[in-house]
T-cell receptor
Framework: DTEVTQTPKHLVMGMTNKKSLKCEQH?????MYWYKQKAKKPPELMFV???????INESVPSRFSPECPNSSLLNLHLHALQPEDSALYLC?????????????FGAGTRLSVL | EDQVTQSPEALRLQEGESSSLNCSYT??????LFWYRQDPGKGPEFLFT???AGEEKEKERLKATLTKKESFLHITAPKPEDSATYLC?????????????FGEGTQLTVNP
């Protein structure tokens, strides 16, 4: 089973709202990732967690705040977003954050910021 | 800087018309090349990983090959359900961990 589950599937929020995206995997993977994908573009890496510690932050604005409460869960907290933040947000996981590891992606959360 | 270029950007085929998608790369120390399929509004679905030149992998109508400069995804007798965007990505270098560098993708449409 290579399932990564993301909730919600769709989210509409105003620029003053606070919301969270959730990602879960039960494959025993110790690396988890957040990506942002705009239409007709490849995924762009935002954050990498390795063994529940943030290992990569790709200069993402502070209005995006990641959290990894345990090895199976990854959250992305959203606050004061801009309309240009509307995109498909993808979570992925891999066995570890080093070596030749396959990343498995969730179905994504389609975010619209009004 | 690692670079991945996919061609063509878009490809339209008739059902049963075989073809190939190309992924050329310029990286320092390739550790792995990955092919994903992505349907509209969904996350990328893993297809293949290739680690060394000369390696080939097959799955149903798809076959991936790797040379020192490029990878091909061959599609034999495609069906309409093969329509999707195909993404190529590489892992390279000693310090990049499992970071993936993606190409822009090839959007494949198979008409019945």
């Amino acid at each position: 089973d290579t399932e990564v589950t993301q909730t919600p599937k769709h989210l509409v929020m105003g620029m003053t709202n606070k919301k969270s995206l959730k990602c879960e995997q039960h494959m025993g993977h110790r690396a988890m990732y957040w990506y942002k994908q705009k239409a007709k573009k490849p995924p762009e890496l935002m954050f990498v967690y390795s063994y529940e510690k943030l290992s990569i932050n790709e200069s993402v604005p502070s209005r995006f705040s990641p959290e990894c409460p345990n090895s199976s869960l990854l959250n992305l907290h959203l606050h004061a977003l801009q309309p240009e933040d509307s995109a498909l947000y993808l979570c992925a996981s891999s066995l570890s954050a080093s070596g030749k590891n396959i990343q498995y992606f969730g179905a994504g959360t389609r975010l619209s910021v009004l | 800087e690692d670079q991945v270029t996919q061609s063509p950007e878009a490809l339209r085929l008739q059902e049963g018309e075989s073809s190939s998608l190309n992924c050329s790369y310029t990286v320092s120390g390739l550790r792995g090349l990955f092919w994903y399929r992505q349907d509209p509004g969904k996350g990328p679905e893993f297809l293949f990983t290739l680690y060394s030149a000369g390696e080939e992998k097959e799955k149903e109508r798809l076959k991936a090959t790797l040379t020192k400069k490029e990878s091909f995804l061959h599609i034999t007798a495609p069906k309409p359900e093969d329509s999707a965007t195909y993404l190529c990505a590489v892992q390279a270098g000693e310090t990049s961990g499992s970071r993936l560098t993606f190409g822009e993708g090839t959007q494949l449409t198979v008409n019945p």
